[in-house]
């Protein structure tokens, strides 16, 4: 069935260091939407890319999605605590426009 | 902003017992969905209905069940509960089912099942 994978599953990085995680999907996706959850919180929308070959940033964060339109990334340039948390992936089904969500990748800031 | 709110923040239960779950969004969306979140498996999608008395399966809809009578509440029910539904529950509400439009979540309940 349809699938979107999400690497790496954890990041450990200095404070200041960047930081980058990627999605594959197994299918060519409408668009692509980016959620993070903080540490004992709940995902929150971060942004949504539909076009083939988009670039929208968000001051520190710089989203990316493929000119296939299956695959995205996420960068965010020296990072800082507030950062902190796990940054999923998520892509319409086909069939239903239900959301297929990556596993998420956990950003850590090494003490 | 929208408003999603889970009835409980945590919730200890013994096996074999009937939970439910409540969820409540404040601005009029159509769909409404429950997801649970173990660690390492990301979100995986219970139930989720398009309106009112309107429900669809999702992926892993085994050991529940989910009831929509009013727009604004979408209840979650573990029919006997297990220690393998262990885990965190997400209900989320979405204005429409189009492509595009975004998830809001509530704050989530633990579900603890001894």
């Known amino acids: 069935g349809q699938q979107v994978m999400q690497i790496p599953q954890y990041q450990h990085v200095q404070e200041g260091e960047d930081f980058t995680t990627y999605c594959n999907s197994s299918?060519?996706?409408?668009?692509i939407q980016w959620y993070k959850q903080r540490p004992g919180g709940h995902p929150v929308f971060l942004i949504q890319?539909?076009?083939s070959g988009e670039v929208k940033k968000q001051k520190r964060l710089t989203f990316q999605f493929g000119e296939a339109k299956k695959n995205s990334s996420l960068h965010i340039t020296a990072t800082q605590t507030t950062d902190v948390g796990t940054y999923f992936c998520?892509?319409?089904?086909?069939?239903?426009?239900?959301?297929?969500w990556g596993a998420g990748t956990k950003l850590i800031i090494k003490p | 902003d929208v408003k999603v709110t889970q009835s409980s923040r945590y919730l200890v239960k013994r096996t074999g017992e009937k939970v439910f779950l409540e969820c409540v969004q404040d601005?009029?969306?159509?769909?409404m969905f429950w997801y649970r979140q173990d660690p390492g498996l990301g979100l995986r999608l219970i139930y989720f209905?398009?309106?009112?008395?309107?429900?669809e399966k999702g992926d892993i809809p085994e050991g529940y069940s989910v009831s929509r009578e009013k727009k604004e509440r979408f209840s979650l029910i573990l029919e006997s509960a297990s220690t393998n539904q262990t885990s965190m529950y997400l209900c989320?509400?979405?204005?429409?089912?189009?492509?595009?439009?975004?998830?809001?979540f509530g704050s989530g309940t633990q579900l603890s099942v001894l």
């Open positions: 890319l539909v076009k």
């Open positions: 299918t060519t996706l409408s668009n």
């Open positions: 989320a509400s979405r204005r429409r089912s189009t492509v595009g439009e975004k998830l809001f």
């Open positions: 209905s398009y309106d009112v008395k309107m429900k």
């Open positions: 601005m009029d969306h159509e769909n």
């Open positions: 998520a892509g319409p089904k086909a069939s239903n426009y239900q959301l297929i």
